[in-house]
């Protein structure tokens, strides 16, 4: 059985505010199924939408960065989130892979 939530969080940005709006599951299975293996655990971000007043480029990057992030387990959001700003060359105007991150943390609770 899957418990999900919805989450919203906002953080000011150098430049601006951020905001997340998520949904999180925490299944059962998913949790036992984990137990003494070397895969993360916790819940998993089921949707993600991020507005505010930020720039992004490529501009696509923000849809891209959403539909990444559905399916990823809260506890590794760091690396995500890292690892897409690199491989896609993704340039912030007044704001940082950080905090992304810190308002997804936040929004999932």
Known sequence: ?????????????????????????????????????????????????????????PEEAIADLEAALVGTRVAVLGDVVADFFVARSVTGIGIEPADFVAVLRSAAG
Do not use: N
Request: net charge positive; glycine share 8%.
């Open 1 to 57: 059985m899957c418990a999900v939530r919805t989450g919203h969080a906002t953080r000011r940005v150098a430049k601006g505010q951020l905001s997340a709006d998520v949904d999180v599951d925490s299944p059962a299975e998913a949790r036992a199924e984990d137990a003494g293996s070397d895969k993360p655990a916790g819940p998993v971000l089921r949707s993600v939408r991020l507005t505010g007043s930020f720039f992004l480029y």
